[in-house]
């Protein structure tokens, strides 16, 4: 098919559109008594002039545009051709492997956090959670993390979840924050000492219902000697339990079941239906390489958790790099968009 054939094609159905749309516009009012009456030739002259008058117009125009100067041929180099490869194998090196986490934060961001540390008194308020200049010197290396530093972390969390300009879904690939509930670290302490009627777990979600959540986050404390992140995914149907130490924890599916039910029960006035759910415990996760870290690994864990994210890129090596963005998180009482 030439060109000169789909160019006279394309103005013919442009003026028959033209021709429809004046028609819709000049029709006069169905009260004139000789609306029905066959046309005059004189109006017939002047449709079949107009109709060729735009054609031959139409046709003039294209013809124009095909006989001026042509577009130059692009023709990539060298250079280009090495660019949209490394740009290629970048991207499935991050559908493979996640984005890149760096190994230090900007000069001006590591400034912010020394004179973060310099600091005395009460750091930065989120929410009803607050941490002092002794609490953030647990995210100094080889710390052990404290509830306060965790709850401040999880309330930012919380935050942005409920944040109606909720950021995320980024160029860099990073999920938007789901619709998340997170419980303190509290919780898990009730609910295993002395379980949710004595522990009164029902006032903890007096004005929430967990059931219409994507996610429940919630911190666990084994024993004062290790720190683990638990989910309760309405999205998969599953009670999750994430170890840095990669140990199973039965006890931790166990008490969130019982926890779901007696909490469906009391909001919804009937037994909770686990049809369908399974227990998830993820044998490829991270892992720690010391006896202090388990509390940054669970603080990451939850984070990922709360924008959907199943991959876990950050590895042991990266928890100097991750305790110092954590700290300029809290110092400005705000999570960073990148790893």
Same mark, same amino acid.
């Given at each position: ?72 041929? &692009? ?106 509930? &997170? ?12 379980? &949710? ?9 007096? !004005? ?27 999205? !998969? ?103």
């Amino acid at each position: 098919m030439n060109s000169e054939f789909i160019i006279a094609d394309y103005a013919r159905y442009r003026s028959q559109l033209e021709l429809q749309r004046l028609r819709e516009t000049l029709t006069p009012s169905r009260s004139v008594t000789d609306l029905r009456s066959p046309p005059t030739q004189a109006l017939e002259n002047r449709r079949h002039s107009f109709h060729d008058d735009f054609l031959q117009r139409a046709l003039q125009r294209a013809r124009k545009s095909l006989d001026g100067p042509k577009a130059p041929q &692009y023709t990539p180099n060298f250079d280009d051709l090495r660019k949209d490869l490394e740009a290629i194998d970048k991207g499935i090196d991050y559908r493979i492997h996640g984005q890149p986490i760096p190994s230090s934060l900007p000069p001006e961001d590591d400034a912010f956090v020394d004179d973060l540390l310099e600091r005395q008194g009460v750091i930065a308020k989120c929410g009803r959670e607050q941490v002092t200049d002794r609490d953030i010197s647990r995210l100094q290396p080889h710390q052990w993390l404290n509830d306060e530093i965790i709850n401040f972390y999880g309330q930012m969390i919380l935050d942005r979840s409920e944040c109606k300009e909720n950021p995320g879904g980024n160029a860099d690939g990073r999920k938007k924050s789901l619709n998340v509930h &997170y419980f303190s670290t509290f919780f898990w302490t009730k609910l295993k000492s002395v379980g &949710y009627e004595k522990g009164r777990l029902a006032k903890w979600t007096k !004005k929430i219902d967990i059931f219409s959540k994507n996610i429940v986050l919630i911190p666990v404390n084994h024993n004062n000697a290790h720190w683990t992140a638990a989910a309760i995914n309405f999205d !998969k149907k599953r009670i999750e339990s994430h170890d840095s130490m990669g140990m199973g924890r039965q006890s931790v599916f166990d008490l969130l079941r019982k926890y779901l039910d007696a909490e469906h029960r009391n909001k919804k006035n009937k037994p909770f239906d686990f049809d369908g759910w399974s227990d998830y415990f993820n044998e490829d996760l991270p892992q720690q390489e010391n006896g202090w870290d388990c509390g940054v690994f669970t603080c990451q864990f939850l984070e990922s958790l709360s924008r959907g994210e199943e991959r876990f890129t950050f590895q042991q090596d990266h928890m100097p790099y991750v305790r110092r963005r954590m700290l300029w998180e809290i110092g400005k009482v705000k999570l960073r968009d990148g790893p």
